[in-house]
Each structure stands twice: as C-alpha cells, then as structure tokens.
C-alpha cells in the first residue's frame, strides 16, 4: 500500500512534472522540504497537503491517507478519522460462511475509514451501529469469499426482508442470504453455494446481527 510520500511523487507525475525539480521550480517550493516530503525522510501535515492537493490537482484526503474512493484504510485505535471520513469499528471476531465460528472475542481492534459521502450512500447508521468483521468459510463463494471482510448495519434486523444477513444461531456466528421460509414463523437460510443446502429455521432460533452493506477482499 501506498504512503503518503509515495502518492506526492505519484501525483505530481501524473500532473505532468516528470520531475521533482520541475515542480519545485513551477510552485517555488524549498527544495530541501520537498525532497524531504517526497522521499519520505520528512512527514507533512494537513497544511502543506493542502498545497500540494492543489497544484497536483488531487484531494487532500487522497493525498494524506489515500482515501476519497469507495475503498477504506484501515485506521488504528484512538486516532481520528481522516479528513472527510466517517470510522467503522473493526472487531476481532469471524461470521462463518460455512457451519458457524464459536465467538471467543469481540474486541474491537481498529476502524475502516470510509468516504463519509460513500458510506452515507450505503447507510443512515452511524459510529457503533456498524461493525466490520472477517468471513470465514466457503458457503457464501462466490459472492463473499473465506477471509473478506464485511460492514454491518446493525439496525436493520427485519428478516421480512431478502438479503444478507449477519446471524447468531446459539454461541455461533453465520453470514447467510434470508429468503422466505415454508411457513410464517421461518425463514430460509441460504448459502450461495450449491453445496450447502438451504435450510428453514424458525425466527426465534435467529438472532439478528445485523445486514450486510459492504464488502471487500485484499487483492
């Protein structure tokens, strides 16, 4: 991944400055500072980000965190949010996408940063009713593969609804897609593996977590 040292020479490639020389002489810059912030040996905050985000033409949420697109960094605990973005809390815990993960702990371990304005599009939910956890098991392939990560929005826990849905049967937690049940009182829980057969379950045997809004896998 990118740092922020990393896109500065990035970005003012692609602004058309073939060198670092060639913009320090086109802004005026010092050259020693800059040489300093594109080659990492110096940091650079918000203010001088800001500067170079306009002559490079970039936002300076890109700039200093690599945000502004519809994929998140992660960002550790007890740091704020990047400029222009809203936090996900990220939990040390697993949603099987095969036969259920016993929960050992639900620590909270770091945060998502989202573009405020994408995860407004996803969600009204904000802060602690959303919640980012990692999927384990092959039942939901090839839509959510084992190790992908996905956002919660925990106030939606209506399963009269179709989707997928984060769920605790007993001690164990399951990514499933709901659909309609044989009777009133059920629902079906659906894996999008053919392997896995669908399977009618009452409403009172399900506690909802919540429904899946986002997901994303390392590449």
Known sequence: MMGAAERLAEARRKAGYAEAADAIQAF????????????????FKADTAKQYAKAYGVSIEWLLYGTG???PITVPNGLPPPEGADLVP????AASAG????????????NLAFSSKYLREMT?????QLAAIRVKGDSMTPTIQDDDMVVIDMTKTNLDFDGLFVIRVGEALQIKRIGRGCRRTSVMV???????????TERTEIDVVGKVIWYGRKV
């Open 124 to 128: 009204s939910a904000k802060g602690r």
């Open 90 to 93: 990220v939990y040390d815990v």
């Open 28 to 43: 005026g810059w010092k050259p020693s500072t800059y040489y300093g912030h594109e080659n990492g040996s110096r940091g």
């Open 190 to 200: 659906i894996a999008d593996n053919s392997l896995y057969p669908p399977v009618d």
């Open 69 to 71: 697109g519809n994929t």
């Open 99 to 110: 036969h259920g993960v016993i929960v050992d702990a639900e620590d909270h371990v770091s």
